[in-house]
């Protein structure tokens, strides 16, 4: 079943700079089980997507487009249901768990709070299985009470998980959940997350600029770039056979690919590139494509690049 | 525990110290009191040998620093000495007086705190609100008008025009009326703008996009997050505002004439009353080391952070 579906969604802000189009004209879906990661540089619009499905967005925020959970359209939702929605439905793992925390309240109490309003539980029933979650996802039992300031960052990121996992919600999303963290810390942390949302069959959008992660969990890959979804596919497709420019060069940056770095800096928000926004740094772009954007070219069912050479290369 | 002993050790010290301060500075003021209390009670300036004698009587014509002994020798033993004008034991007056201004102190905070409350979270949690506007507007007016021309006008309107409420005078609940509000307007707006804006700074923090992210209602995310998370300096804002309430609010105690510890201890510095001086400094001192030290302690219990740190 389909839970989440976007077509030409786009996320603008008014600054004192000028319009910042964080999400600009983003078509992709989610169905029940299955984990989406959104690739992309900072500044890319793709956390800026996440609390977008969330609407925790600023009041200064302009959308348009559709996003549809269920059938239900989420951009013209009042936050009165959006509150019913958020935690319940729709979870979402922040990033920086410790200044997403509350640090004056204890890990339990978090969770705690979420569970009463959500699952209509006394105090007494909510402290049972708040604890019960919490040791599920990892944090030792004498550590319930404790605040996030003496928890290591590990376990702060796990107590997220666990507020994330607490409502059982269908959808989670996960914001660069293994940002700050140690390689060790951050391998446990992946495999804590597949291993809770497969037992439950749960559906992700994960939010990454780690390709290792995103590997690890994504049944699908969107590779994000100046508010803009360049290539989409299973893992398989992106990382097999990666078709646009950009994730070629997003793969060979990586380490274990000899650090290759792209070429230039990450495109501004603000004065989108004329053409393809990736044009500007493309070794293969050429007159075509420094004038008019390039439209999806649908190279399977799944497989979606915006390049005009894409698989001609 | 420990944090508490070095507090009231710290307290201590700082008590003599203020003590001390009052004493040397009291004695390198100009006029003495001989000269000051002879010259009220005759109406002219006393003679030489009238000082003298005055002087002679109460023990006054020691060296400095033999007084200076004494004095803090008895005052550990909370025996204050007499005032040199009325004769009367410093404790007993400033019992006395101390009533009176808990009076006004504990009434005064029993309604600006819920007043402070109510408009400072109703504007942060609506921030650009029209609520917010209005009681900006107000409470900066508030802070702004000066004790005595708002203790005047009431005056003017509430006794003089209407005859309502006795202008001044102490005993009956009608007399509290007009220093309580007085008193009420610039209180309750200071500590309203402190709730405020302690408040929208936490809830500008990641941890509140958390909380609605988790669907918590927004009362919730009032309460239990950011008012919570803001008590730390709301509670420093009331216990400055207390000790303040209680070290006597003078120009509000001399315009009503309320017999309470601010508006004695002006008269007592003008008489050049030494041992009224400083007793009530002392005693003034203790009250904010106490305070202090409660503020503190309530501290820890408000922010975990700060539990743990000192452990």
């Known amino acids: 079943m389909r839970l989440i579906e976007s ?76 509150q019913e929605i958020r935690g319940k439905n729709i979870a979402i793992i922040m990033q920086n768990p410790l200044s997403s925390l509350n640090p004056c309240l204890s890990i339990k109490e978090h969770l705690v709070q979420v569970l009463i309003k959500h699952k209509q539980m006394n105090k007494k029933e909510a402290q049972a299985e708040a604890e019960r979650i919490l040791i599920r996802t990892g944090i030792p039992e004498n550590l319930l009470n404790y605040y996030t300031h003496q928890l290591s960052g590990g376990l702060r990121q796990r107590a997220m998980i666990a507020l994330g996992i607490a409502c059982d919600s269908e959808i989670l999303i996960a914001d660069e959940p293994t940002k700050g963290l140690d390689v060790t810390v951050q391998m446990q942390i992946v495999n804590l997350i597949k291993r809770i949302t497969d037992e439950t069959k749960k559906a992700m959008f994960i939010i990454t600029h780690d390709l290792g992660v995103a590997a690890a969990l994504g049944d699908r890959i969107a590779i994000m770039y100046c508010g803009r979804i360049l290539e989409i596919g299973t893992a398989e497709e992106v990382f097999g056979s990666p078709e646009h420019p950009y994730t070629i060069g ?43 954007e390039p439209p999806d070219k649908v190279l399977s069912e799944t497989h979606k690049v ?7 290369k | 525990m420990e944090m508490i002993f070095r507090r009231l050790f710290l307290g201590i010290f700082i008590m003599i110290v203020a003590s001390l301060l009052s004493f040397v500075l009291l004695y390198m003021a100009p006029g003495n009191p001989a000269e000051n209390i002879l010259r009220q009670r005759t109406g002219e300036d006393p003679s030489y040998e009238e000082i003298e004698l005055f002087l002679q009587q109460r ?3 020691v060296p400095l620093l033999t007084q200076t002994g004494e004095w803090l020798y008895m005052a550990l033993r909370f025996d204050f000495g007499e005032s ?12 006395t007086r101390f009533k009176a201004t808990l009076q006004l102190t504990i009434i005064t905070l029993a309604f600006s705190i819920p007043l402070a409350f ?4 109703s504007s942060a949690a609506k921030n650009g609100g029209a609520f917010d506007h209005v009681s900006r507007f107000f409470t900066l007016l508030a802070m702004s008008i000066p004790e005595f021309w708002l203790g005047l006008m009431l005056m003017i309107v509430f006794s003089k025009t209407l005859n309502w409420l006795p202008s001044f005078g102490y005993g009956s609940y009608l007399n509290l009326i007009m220093p309580v509000a007085t008193l009420v307007v610039g209180y309750t707006a200071t500590l309203s703008r402190v709730i405020r804006s302690s408040m929208l700074e936490n809830l500008s923090q990641d941890f509140i996009t958390t909380a609605k992210g988790n669907g918590l209602s927004q009362r919730v995310i009032l309460i ?20 303040h309430l209680l070290a006597g609010v003078v120009v509000v105690e001399t315009v009503f004439s309320w017999p309470g510890i601010g508006k004695f201890l002006i008269d007592a510095v003008y008489l050049r009353d030494f041992p009224v001086i400083q007793g009530f400094v002392l005693l003034i001192a203790l009250m904010f080391v106490v305070i202090n030290l409660i503020t503190d302690i309530l501290y820890t219990y408000i922010d975990p952070r700060i539990r743990y740190e000192r452990r």
Do not use: W
């Open chain 1, 306 to 312: 915006r390049c005009y050479y894409a698989s001609s």
């Open chain 1, 7 to 82: 077509q030409d969604l786009k996320v603008h802000f008014d600054s004192p700079a000028g319009r910042v189009k964080a999400v600009d004209g983003v078509n992709f879906h989610i169905d029940e089980g299955e984990k989406l990661v959104f690739i992309g540089e900072t500044g890319s619009g793709k956390t800026v997507l996440g609390m977008t499905i969330m609407k925790l967005l600023p009041t200064n925020v302009f959308y348009s487009g559709q996003l549809i959970y269920k059938d239900k359209e989420l951009i013209t939702a009042s936050e009165k249901e959006m």
């Open chain 1, 250 to 292: 997003l793969i060979n940056a990586h380490p274990s690919r000899g650090l290759h770095p792209i070429e230039g800096f990450g495109a501004s928000l603000i004065d989108i590139p004329e053409g393809c926004v990736f044009s500007p740094r493309c070794q293969y772009a050429d007159e075509l494509c420094m004038r008019v």
């Open chain 2, 84 to 95: 040199i004008n009325t004769s009367e034991p410093v404790m007993d007056e400033f019992f």
């Open chain 2, 59 to 61: 023990d006054l014509d």
């Open chain 2, 224 to 243: 239990k997050y950011a008012l919570r998370n803001s008590l730390g300096p709301i509670v420093t804002a009331i216990g400055s505002q207390f000790g």
């Open chain 2, 118 to 121: 109510f408009i400072g979270v």
